[in-house]
């Protein structure tokens, strides 16, 4: 099993690897800059075992980092640079990495926080001089690529959970490599000569895995786009011809809405959605504007990401499609029975892309993973006669923000730091352009204007409630327990 790293390496030296801005970067030139990274990290102290966080956006000083500190086989933790200091400390804290390494996106939160925590390291010292088309692995002078096995640990990735501590997912070189692998492989995957927008988040497991790491494990091109916005990305599709987009329902529906031609999208090949449902009517707008089908797909942190998806079959509006090649998927009751056919039930989930467990959380991780390999989602779903899948509902609280998970127990818990907030619950209530936003029911003597600005200086704005609740009692369960479901739209 080859390191993560390893994926740049074998691809021609003066093929594209990224476009940045006005900026573009080969294969020869990408390499030449991790390894010299990997050299300075390594001179620094660091090496396999060591934890390295980053902390910066879709740039190429995220590429470079991350694919120095894998190459050093160390453990990487990208985390998201709009977080405000509060959070930011608090999800530093859940993983204590040896390092921060630093982008041009992530100095805002550095620059506000009193103690972030470990060591900086500022990717803007990186050298970028010329590619000399160096394809062994190693700078003049710097250390080669550590091999790795595939049960080792590459990332430690933030998943928050359903209490307000962050959950740490522990996932291998083997699981991400076997999801870039299989997608490549599939009908209508990637292939060398895709050129991929590079939007969604690389701090997400969807933008890292399947957009960012799997092209370039193929040897195609990834134009970065910083920060999410749909006419400028529209007209980098344009410009680049990309051919791969992959999106959140939210950003869908404001390309849909865009004031762009309507060929714009005729370079695109392959069109996908994940992280949320897709509304049907998102994909027909697409569908009769552009061209364009959505491939729908569905998938999670813990399974690398990707469980089902709809490239090389029909799409079906609302359907996220069928099972990837080689993942096992199984709807069952509580106690583990399969449903009958056409029965909703829990989705569970086997492949060699689900992961290996939640950091120094053994309890955790028994609840929903079996020994066996059976990863329990806490989804709910069911299969039609042709074996596409519907999600119908989640068994957990989770709120989905412009396909970003938001756990009620963080934001309850930030509530209710307020001196004046005796109780508080988030549910989700639907939104036109994030799908779901955060409503707050909270008792006590404050202001909404008063709460939203405590909340948003403790949290990322796409967790802070946009509705806000007084009410003089939360409805509470017999056990003490603060009821969510009563609450509800």
């Known amino acids: 099993m080859e390191n993560l790293a390893a994926i740049i390496q074998p691809h021609d030296a003066d093929r594209l690897a990224l476009i940045d801005g006005d900026a573009t970067i080969t294969y020869g030139d990408l390499r030449n800059r991790v390894d010299r990274l990997r050299a300075r990290l390594a001179d620094a102290g660091y ?51 040896d390092v921060l390494l630093i982008g041009d996106a992530g100095r805002w939160a550095i620059d506000h926080a009193d103690d972030i925590g470990p060591p900086l390291f500022d990717l803007q010292d990186l050298d970028t001089g010329p590619a000399d088309g160096t394809t062994n692995g190693a700078g003049a002078d710097g250390p080669p690529i550590v091999e790795r096995d595939a049960d ?23 699981n991400l490599a076997w999801v870039q692998q299989a997608i490549t492989e599939a009908d209508e995957g990637l292939h060398a000569d895709d050129i991929a927008l590079g939007v969604l988040p690389f701090s997400h497991i969807f933008g890292l895995n399947v957009v960012l790491l799997a092209t370039l494990r193929v040897g195609g091109t ?33 390309w849909a809405r865009a004031d762009a ?43 690398s990401p990707v469980v089902t998806w709809s490239r090389g079959i029909q799409p079906r509006a609302t359907s996220v499609g069928q099972p990837l ?58 299969f039609d ?5 519907y999600l119908v509902d989640r ?10 998970n938001v756990y009620p127990a963080e934001v309850e818990s930030v509530l209710m730091e307020h001196p004046d907030v005796t109780g508080a619950i988030a549910v989700a209530t639907p939104h ?40 003089d009692e939360l409805p509470v369960a017999p056990t003490g327990k603060l009821i969510r479901r009563e609450l509800r739209p």
């Not at 060591?50 to 995220?62: H, K, P, Y």
């Not at 949320?276 to 009769?288: C, K, M, Q, T």
């Not at 006669?385 to 899948?389: F, H, K, V």
């Open 47 to 97: 090496g396999p075992h060591s934890r390295l966080a980053i902390l910066a956006g879709n740039e190429t000083a995220f590429v470079v980092g991350t694919l120095a500190a894998l190459g050093l086989g160390a453990q990487v933790t990208p985390v998201r640079p709009t977080s405000p200091p509060p959070e930011l400390i608090r999800k530093l804290a859940a993983v204590e990495p």
């Open 152 to 174: 080792d640990i590459a990332f430690l990735l933030l998943t928050s959970g359903v209490s307000s501590d962050s959950k740490v997912a522990m996932m291998s070189h083997g």
């Open 222 to 254: 990834v134009v970065l786009q910083r920060r999410f916005d749909a006419e400028l990305s529209l007209e980098l599709i344009r410009a680049h011809g990309i051919t791969t987009i992959s999106g959140a329902p939210p950003m869908w529906q404001r």
């Open 261 to 303: 031609p309507d060929d714009t999208l005729a370079s695109v090949r392959n069109a996908a959605s994940g992280a949320a449902a897709l509304p049907a009517e998102v994909f027909e707008r697409i569908r009769d504007r552009y061209g364009v089908e959505i491939a729908e797909g569905y998938g999670l942190t813990e399974t």
């Open 325 to 382: 090649a080689g993942v096992e998927v199984v709807l069952v009751e509580s106690d583990g029975t399969p449903v009958e056919p056409g029965d909703t039930g829990e989705i569970v989930v086997r492949s060699p892309g689900v992961f290996k467990g939640y950091l120094d959380a053994p309890e955790l991780t028994a609840a929903v993973l079996t020994d066996d390999g059976w990863f329990w989602t806490g989804d709910m779903g069911v």
């Open 385 to 389: 006669d042709d074996g596409y899948l």
């Open 395 to 404: 068994m957990k609280d989770i709120i989905i923000v412009s396909g970003f």
């Open 432 to 471: 036109g352009e994030t799908g779901e936003t955060v409503a707050a029911h909270v008792a006590g003597r404050v202001t909404a204007d008063e709460l939203d600005a405590f909340v948003r200086a403790r949290l990322s704005t796409y967790k802070c409630p946009t509705e806000y609740h007084f009410v």
